[in-house]
């Protein structure tokens, strides 16, 4: 066993601290009997660690990277380690992800910028893959917190001779337009990717063509303890690829706790998704905001496409604050059929043609997002939103002519040109160079500050 993560000899240690951190999460009362009998607690959950062990410091916002162990070169000092490299290899990710299509590429990159803005420190949490696919259609398990309120199981994409050519001509399709970028995606998205029963011999393939198995989320993890064990432990041989099981009740966290051994699930994320445990947060996207009326914040974490084999369509998408226009917290700007591999690349030629603009002409109005506030001082200015995402300008030509562009973006009544003309007649001695007017408005766009109408065709409402 090796992983990019850890070393093989910390590994019973770290497996320890996990399963501490996973009580204290995910069952509740447990953190209050650690406050209350540190010792009685470890000893209470077979916990085969000591308080200098488990000491640390947690920073006010919770991010893991950022806290201490209180004393070096103990067990805690190494998880913390651990999980900063974890989450830096989320990061390295989101990299990886960049799509070989130069065109791609650069309305891929303005959309991540948008949602920094839009979702602030919750995007962080996105890879935005190019890349995706599904192999059935619908999900048998129908979770009330589904973000993306996924159908009831119609269909499943059977490995038959016909599909296997199928499923390895659509894997090359994407990896020739995308590049390696295309195998940072899942099998999985509106789905349960273990409702397929031939899921192994689909990630086979998916390996083969890009040298990596594809990262899995399932609520199914316990339907099948062998079936899970051993899709674990082909990930965890690979080491460089993290599971998610979401864990939707006590007695479910119950059963993989003592069906699995801590280190078997050293790579595997439990995501508690049931009200009662202590780190559970639910967003109101999908199924859920429907129940309760109320929307927030996406699960969706593409920008790209999303292949669907058992229906043969291709959509494009990407992430949005959920809202009532947007109730599952995304976008898809188009849906198209395709019947066999060669049409599928045709499809996604056509798609980044039509729908992945990255310039604004000059007879386009432009709007900035309303989430945006705009303050200006003597010798800057800032774009700030509610989710703590600033840009800041302190060139002096810049605060001159933001300080007349800024209010008439946010009118959004203005064209390209007209604006243009109206900053050099209203700016004092009227010197400023219309290239370097239309550069900041070109930079404007490319920050994702500018009203996407592919997006939003009726302006944004979020």
């Known amino acids: 066993m090796s992983s990019i993560f850890y070393d093989d000899k910390d590994l019973k240690q770290l497996a320890e601290v996990k399963r501490f951190m996973e009580y204290l999460a995910l069952v509740p009362g447990v953190k209050e009997e650690f406050e209350q009998e540190q010792q009685a607690m470890l000893d209470r959950y077979h916990l085969d660690l000591t308080l200098l062990d488990v000491a640390m410091q947690m920073p006010a916002n919770g991010d893991i990277r950022h806290a201490k162990a209180i004393h070096p070169n103990r067990a805690m000092e190494k998880y913390i380690d651990f999980m900063k490299k974890k989450l830096d290899w989320r990061d390295e990710l989101r990299k990886r992800c960049e799509p070989k299509n130069e065109t791609m590429q650069k309305w891929r990159q303005r959309q991540v910028i948008r949602c920094e803005g839009q979702l602030g420190i919750k995007n962080a949490a996105l890879i935005h893959a190019p890349f995706t696919v599904e192999l059935a259609s619908g999900c048998s398990i129908g979770c009330h917190f589904c973000g993306l309120n996924a159908g009831k199981l119609k269909k499943v994409f059977i490995y038959t001779e016909e599909n296997a050519v199928l499923w390895r001509g659509v894997l090359q399709a994407a990896k020739e337009l995308l590049g390696d970028s295309a195998g940072y995606g899942t099998c999985y998205y509106a789905t349960e990717p273990l409702d397929n029963p031939d899921y192994e011999k689909f990630i086979a393939d ?257």
């Open 206 to 462: 998916y390996k083969e063509c890009f040298h990596r198995l594809p990262q899995i989320t399932t609520a199914a993890g316990t339907r099948d303890i062998e079936r899970t064990r051993q899709l674990i432990h082909e990930m965890t041989e690979e080491g460089d690829t993290v599971y998610r099981l979401s864990i939707r009740s006590l007695e479910e966290l119950n059963l993989i706790f003592d069906n699995f051994t801590r280190e078997e699930l050293i790579l595997v994320e439990l995501l508690p998704q049931y009200p009662e445990a202590p780190s559970s947060g639910f967003v109101n996207a999908g199924r859920l905001a429907e129940e309760k009326g109320e929307h927030s914040g996406t699960i969706a974490c593409l920008t790209g496409f999303v292949v669907n084999m058992c229906d043969k369509t291709i959509r494009l998408t990407t992430p949005t604050n959920a809202c009532a226009e947007y109730p599952t917290g995304e976008v898809i700007l188009c849906q198209e059929n395709f019947k066999d591999a060669d049409e599928l690349a045709e499809k996604m030629q056509d798609i980044i043609k039509n729908h992945m603009k990255i310039l604004i002409g000059p007879k386009e109005k432009l709007e900035l997002y309303p989430y945006y506030s705009y303050t200006t001082k003597k010798d800057k200015v800032m774009l700030s939103t509610d989710a703590f995402y600033q840009i800041k300008f302190d060139k002096p030509d810049a605060i001159k002519s933001l300080n007349l562009m800024v209010p008439k973006l946010m009118e959004g009544t203005y064209t390209k040109s007209e604006l243009t003309d109206y900053l050099r007649e209203h700016e004092e001695g009227g010197q400023t160079a219309p290239e370097y007017i239309f550069w900041l408005l070109n930079f404007f766009w490319k920050q994702g500050l500018i009203v996407d109408h592919d997006l939003y065709p009726d302006g944004y409402k979020g």
